[in-house]
């Protein structure tokens, strides 16, 4: 079985490649993709060469942890069965070539995948592009749950996650937080919630902040805008150490968090936000492109400030 896949070959280096996938397991599921997101975050990081060491990475890889599609092969005991349009966070599942291995760390961005069935989300035939967005708003919902985690007053960031943040909390039946963008084409779309230029906040009583900015430098002005015993959750992605001056987090008994990727309850939880209609994927897609012209989108996805977030459209790929 073969398929049509980005193959990021090295930094900047993408391109489409004809590969062929690992026959399907016992156990397994194959899918159509029909649209997949890029992440400005870990997928930037590939693209431009700068990610930290990690388990499994290296190149080439097939990037892409967003995509959804249509079942198209399923044994009767994978729960799934063909037409099913589903959520995939990627698959591991591309046979080697002659030159090497091709990893998968990611791999969503391809026109057909197999994964293991427990992977796949079944999802609302009615979410199109729009159903490549479960893992970031599961990831936004995974920085919000849990034991004494309190929902932000503050939010840093209003790009895909900052926006699902803030959407999460009013779900969640918090009070609509404040929102900062200093870009000022970015805060427009706003949902119940207040998106302000930061220069023009006066507040040093915020009882949670979280960034979604991914900006390691702003910890020192968040210390400063902590209610006494506040916390500050790093919810973006962060390729700079983390540092802070003691003496103000000192005084103020500031607490710092970091929240991870999503887990498999917070994708059933998400879902079942989006179902009822308490979450709202609306206004987040601002680039849509072919999957042919992956190469423009990518670095377009990477480089213009009004892209929110692209996706690549893989219905009319061979």
Sequence with gaps: MRTTAVILSGPRDLGLQTIQL????????????????????????FYT???PPFPGMGYPLVPGYEAAGEVVEAAPDTGFRPGDRVFVPGSNCFAPTDAGPIRGLFGAATKRLVTPAHRAVRIDPALEAEGALLALAATARHAL?????????????????????????IAAGGEP????????????????????DPA??????????????GDPKLI???????????????????????????????????????????????????????????????????????????AE??????????????????RATA
Excluded at 254 to 271: G, S
Excluded at 298 to 314: E, N, V
Aim: aromatic share 8%.
């Design 145 to 169: 749950a849990g034991l004494n985690h309190v929902l932000p007053d503050l939010i840093v960031g209003h790009g895909t996650l900052g926006r699902l943040l803030a959407r999460l909390t």
């Design 200 to 213: 023009t906040d006066q507040r040093r009583d915020y009882r949670s902040i979280y960034d979604a900015s």
């Design 22 to 45: 690992n026959e399907p397991a016992p156990g397994d599921i194959v899918v159509e993709i029909t649209h997949s997101g890029i992440s400005t975050g870990t997928e930037k990081l």
């Design 49 to 51: 060469g700068q990610m």
């Design 220 to 294: 020192d002005s968040l210390v400063m805008r902590l209610a006494k015993g506040g916390e500050i959750v790093l919810a973006g992605f962060y390729t700079e150490p983390v540092a802070f001056t003691f003496v103000p987090a000192f005084m103020k008994e500031a607490r710092l968090r970091i929240a991870a990727e999503w887990q498999p309850e917070d994708m059933v939880a998400t879902r079942a936000l989006i179902e009822s209609g308490a979450l709202s994927l609306a206004n987040l897609i601002t680039h849509t492109r072919p999957a042919s012209e992956a």
């Design 177 to 196: 937080p404040v929102v900062w963008e200093t870009k000022a084409e970015r805060r427009r779309h706003a949902q119940g919630y207040e998106v302000i």
């Design 297 to 314: 989108a990518y670095a377009t996805a990477f480089s213009d400030p009004d892209c929110l977030k692209m996706i690549l459209d893989w």
